[in-house]
């Protein structure tokens, strides 16, 4: 029998019931896998979502997708980490080999969530198996992860804020740079001020931005918009977009950054834009938020509006860009963090985000 060992983690036993901090099992890693201990993992909306059935994965789960931490042990033939290792983890770990990897899209890889099968956690209190949500399980002290998802930690980096650079800071940078492709000198509008918009605002500012417009429905965000790069805040309302708009000038910006996933809130972004202007839109909504457009505006606007998965980023080729920035100074990853947590504080984070208040709250073990 294989042997197994018990550690604490938050399991959502089904959409919208509470979430259970309780003792898992682990197995051993298998051919492939290699075992975690977390240091750190950050609370995402993307867990919420998943919580809530917004976003669908077989349940009972293990949620977290963003965090890093120290390799205890690996199975038969890994080999580019070893027990000791600090890693970094990636919940969606491109294939190589299927039509969008082909394409040099490894964001939208059709196998990045195909090992979460072979991964056997359950439950220590009655054995019930337990999924790991989005592949790497990181709300538990340690986890259990095929091979590919692991990173090894850029150097310089403490592995507190290292968590940070598997999601939030990925997703902020890639809009900005890989998906709405800033210019230097361009103007941008960054619409949500949490975990993922931070990093945006921050990105923006390494871009090299004019002018950056940071909007949310919170007026206690303005000074961490800010300390982030934003060069004016608005307080989201009906008037919103002419709100930006007439900061540019009556123009608009050239690019507006979408981190809430609210059809009202993607409708008033590409509104806030210039003609010819981009919208890029981060947020995950559900299959509600309908948003809707008249042909002759999309002609006559000539405006682009395009979906970012994950950042459009490429984690092996991004982490080692965006670590060189956290060293010099220019992103800093502890200015995402609002609030420090335990296990049994994750639902109070949800709340939060709910609620529209702080930024990344991040789990410490």
């Known amino acids: 029998m294989a042997v197994r060992t018990a550690v604490r983690a938050a399991v959502v036993p089904a959409v919208g019931a509470p979430l259970e901090v309780t003792g898992i099992e682990l197995p051993e890693p298998g051919p492939g896998q290699v075992r975690v201990r977390l240091a750190a993992a950050g609370v995402c909306h993307s867990d919420l979502s998943l919580s809530n059935g917004t976003m669908r994965v077989p349940l009972p789960a293990v949620l977290g997708h963003e965090g890093a931490g120290t390799v205890v042990s690996v199975g038969e033939g890994v080999s580019h980490v070893a027990p000791g290792d600090e890693v970094v983890l990636n919940w969606a770990p491109s294939c190589g080999a299927c039509h969008a990897c082909s394409l040099g899209e490894v964001w939208l890889c059709a196998n990045a969530l195909a090992g979460a099968a072979n991964l056997h956690a359950r439950r220590a209190d009655d054995g019930t198996d337990l999924h790991p949500g989005l592949n790497v399980a990181a709300f538990a002290e340690e986890t259990v992860v095929s091979a590919a998802c692991v990173l090894p930690a850029p150097e310089g980096i403490p592995l507190t804020e290292a968590a940070l650079l598997g999601c939030a800071v990925l997703t902020g940078y890639g809009a900005v740079h890989h998906s709405a492709k800033v210019r230097e000198g361009e103007t941008v509008a960054v619409f949500g001020v949490g975990g993922v918009g931070l990093a945006t605002l921050q990105a923006a ?59 009202v809130t993607i409708r008033t972004a590409w509104e806030s834009t210039r003609r010819g202007g981009r919208t890029t839109v981060v947020g995950i909504g559900g299959k509600d938020q309908q948003v809707t457009f008249n042909a002759l505006e999309i002609f006559h606007w000539g405006r682009t509006l395009t979906g970012c998965v994950y950042g459009n980023a490429d984690p092996a080729r991004d982490l080692p860009v965006l670590a060189a920035h956290a060293r010099a100074g220019r992103l800093d990853l502890g200015a995402l963090v609002t609030e420090r947590i335990a296990l049994d504080g994750i639902p109070a984070a949800f709340d939060n985000m709910l609620a529209g208040k702080g930024g990344r709250a991040l789990v410490v073990f």
């Open 205 to 263: 500012r390494i871009a090299g931005a004019s002018k950056i417009v940071a909007v949310d429905v919170s007026p206690e965000k303005e000074e961490l918009a800010r300390a982030a790069g934003a060069t004016d805040y608005v307080l989201a309302s009906d008037t919103t977009a002419r709100e930006v708009r007439a900061l540019t000038g009556k123009q608009g910006v050239d690019v507006a950054v979408e981190c809430v996933g609210r059809a």
